[in-house]
């Protein structure tokens, strides 16, 4: 599967595929630093611009472009024979593609999770504490024996801990609890869920 | 179980035919009753006491005493014998203390589940909710592909009406884990309940 890029996008990458491969592999770093701090340099385009021979404004736009380039291969999942032939599409020969190839690979892990923080997430389970008590008596009542589960509830969300939350139940829910999530577990497993995520690919 | 003076010189009032006739005696032990198993206030009796000349002033101070007196020996978990001996100190006549036992042995199950839910305590699971969905591709991948489990637990707080929820997701080896956990928590409590 090839990548399908824009005319605009095509032409603010052609001036890169005349560079060398050191050169564009040090490109592809300032493209991952910026996806990375989410910010542009300017000082380090000027500097790249004067040692390169071009403007200032080639080179973001160039490096703008090579980080729409990481985002979208990486959002498409391409292989790398696919993401190869995608940048030969583009204009950029042997040394160049290796060059591109090497820094796409090097940063997937990163790219990753940043992506992963920016995509829509609901506060997930992290963690869970229990402990058995017995209710003895209170201040309104003396002489109980009510047996109660305590559990801490730990949720996360973007990679942040969020405060626990404090829950208590009763032998009767906690069973009740327990054997409706196995249920839950179970049905992962069944032929309709299975058939679904078999098609969908 | 102690009561104050206060309380005391109420239900010695409350005893006292003088004050509260023999009739109108048995409708505050209702209405004592009711106030806690009802959670309402009554106040009803008051205005019939006001229509029959019998003393409000006199008519309130038992009605409480005798309500304080219902609560206490509950949370205490007294039987007939001690209260009718608490009744004899405050000057009750027989057939008044064994009314008032009758009618507290009768009740007592009930006020004493109503004192147990008047506590503090953290929300109380009661039920569970859950989803499986397979999530295809969201706007920043194309190909996520990956089962999402979504857990409401449904929770009671004392004193508030109507359930809470706490909702969060969990992926297929959260949930196993999860699972896992609560598991070994039932297992416990089982062993616990044998011994």
Request: hydrophobic share 40%; glycine share 6%; aromatic share 6%.
């Amino acid at each position: 599967m090839l990548l399908i890029i824009g005319d605009s996008h095509k032409q603010h990458l052609s001036w890169l595929t005349q560079l060398d491969g050191g050169a564009l592999y040090d490109c592809c770093n300032m493209a991952i630093a910026c996806i990375s701090s989410g910010r542009t340099t300017p000082r380090s385009y000027q500097g790249a611009a004067q040692k390169l021979g071009v403007g200032a404004e080639v080179v973001r736009s160039g490096i703008e472009a090579l980080v729409e380039l990481f985002l979208q291969s990486h959002k498409g999942a391409l292989s790398d024979i696919d993401f190869t032939d995608s940048v030969a599409a583009l204009g950029f020969g042997g040394d160049a593609a290796a060059a591109l190839l090497a820094a796409f690979n090097k940063h997937q892990v990163e790219l990753r999770r940043l992506l992963s923080e920016l995509r829509l997430d609901v506060p997930h389970y992290a963690d869970l504490e229990w402990r058995h008590d017995v209710t003895v008596a209170s201040r309104m009542l003396r002489h109980q024996v009510e047996p109660t589960t305590l559990l801490r509830l730990q949720t996360a969300q973007r990679g942040e801990r969020l405060p626990s939350i404090t829950l208590q139940t009763d032998p009767v829910n906690l069973l009740h609890l327990t054997r409706s999530l196995e249920m839950a577990l179970e049905e992962v497993k069944t032929p309709h869920c299975r058939r679904i995520m078999r098609h969908i690919k | 179980m102690e009561l104050s003076s206060n309380i005391q010189e109420g239900l010695q009032v409350a005893g006292d035919f003088t004050f509260i006739p023999d009739s109108f005696f048995n409708i505050i032990v209702d209405f004592v009753c009711k106030s806690i198993v009802d959670l309402q206030d009554q106040t009803s009796f008051l205005e019939e006491a006001a229509a029959k000349g019998i003393n409000v002033a006199l008519v309130k101070q038992a009605y409480g005493s005798l309500l304080t007196l219902f609560l206490e020996a509950a949370k205490h978990d007294a039987d007939a014998s001690n209260l009718a001996g608490l009744l004899e100190d405050c000057k009750f006549p027989s057939d008044r203390i064994a009314k008032v036992t009758e009618i507290f042995v009768l009740h007592k199950p009930r006020i004493r589940s109503e004192l147990s839910r008047t506590a503090n305590c953290p929300p109380h699971i009661v039920d569970v909710a859950w989803r499986l969905d397979y999530c295809i591709k969201d706007n920043y991948l194309d190909k996520v592909n990956e089962p999402v489990y979504t857990i409401d637990l449904k929770t009671e707080k004392p004193g508030e009406p109507g359930l809470h929820n706490v909702q969060f997701s969990c992926t297929v080896e959260q949930l196993q884990d999860l699972v896992w956990k609560l598991k070994d928590a039932t297992k416990c409590l089982e062993k616990i309940a044998q011994v």
